[in-house]
């Protein structure tokens, strides 16, 4: 069954999506085909893997304890979310 033509032949614009598990299921289908015959797409599909794990990773704290400038303010308000 041929994909329909008139999308983009890349699928970069999916990628993201596709590396976070946000697809719908057509949508993935045409990611995961595209990726098995298209090096480039590929590539950078890899990367955008790679780089996920690394912000996954990071956590929230990892990021606040970045900022040893943080205003008191907000220790001020509790932080329970
Ligand atoms: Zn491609």
């Given at each position: 069954?041929?994909?329909?033509?008139?999308?983009?032949?890349?699928?970069?614009?999916?990628?993201?999506?596709?590396?976070?598990?946000?697809?719908?299921?057509g949508e993935e289908?045409?990611?995961?085909?595209?990726?098995?015959?298209?090096?480039?797409?590929?590539?950078?599909?890899?990367?955008?893997?790679e780089v996920q794990?690394?912000?996954?990773?990071?956590?929230?704290?990892?990021?606040?304890?970045?900022?040893?400038?943080?205003?008191?303010?907000?220790?001020?308000r509790g932080g329970?979310?």
């Open positions: 069954m041929p994909l329909p033509h008139d999308e983009e032949p890349h699928v970069r614009l999916l990628l993201g999506a596709y590396v976070l598990g946000g697809l719908t299921a289908r045409q990611a995961s085909g595209h990726l098995q015959v298209c090096d480039a797409c590929r590539t950078e599909y890899l990367e955008l893997v794990g690394l912000l996954s990773l990071i956590t929230e704290a990892d990021l606040l304890d970045g900022f040893d400038e943080t205003p008191s303010e907000i220790d001020g329970s979310v």
